[in-house]
């Protein structure tokens, strides 16, 4: 499957909550990092559809916008938003960056770099003041 067909496959999966075509995007072989949380990382397409059956179930009104992307032959850069009402009635919103690394077809390997949207902060100065000094 080309890159592009196989990025808006996926988007189009988490829209409609489709575990099977999630799963159809993933090489079985699939190794997944998140280098911001180095804890996170696992291999397999188990623990993909472990984690987002588990999304698709306490948020039933999950969904995806595809933002912005860069896609070659072996890889795809996508940046998301994601959101969605947790069962407890709190919000997730979320955006970020994935990068994946495409085989035959598949994702055999990604990066993710997606985390909750901080919408009341500090601001600049206050973020550089606390990250830096």
């Known amino acids: 499957m080309e890159s592009e067909a196989l990025l808006f496959k996926l988007r189009d999966a988490f829209n409609a909550h489709d575990i099977d075509s999630i799963l159809e995007c993933f090489d079985d072989k699939y190794s997944s990092e998140q280098p911001i949380h180095p ?3 696992f291999q397999g397409k188990d623990q993909v559809k472990k984690n987002w059956a588990s ?3 306490e948020m039933p009104d999950f969904s ?3 933002l912005r992307q860069a896609i070659s032959p072996t890889d795809i850069w996508a940046e998301w ?4 009402t947790r069962q407890n009635k709190s919000r997730l919103f979320m955006r970020g960056v994935t990068i ?3 085989e035959n077809g598949k994702i ?3 990066r993710l770099y997606i985390e909750p949207v901080e ?3 500090k601001g600049i100065d206050g973020s550089v ?3 830096m000094h």
Do not use: A, D, M
Request: net charge positive; proline share 0%; aromatic share 12%.
């Open 39 to 41: 804890n996170r990382r």
């Open 55 to 57: 999304n698709f179930s």
């Open 64 to 66: 995806v916008k595809l």
């Open 81 to 84: 938003e994601w959101q969605g």
């Open 100 to 102: 994946f690394g495409v």
């Open 108 to 110: 055999l390997r990604g």
């Open 119 to 121: 919408v009341i902060g």
């Open 129 to 131: 003041e606390e990250v």
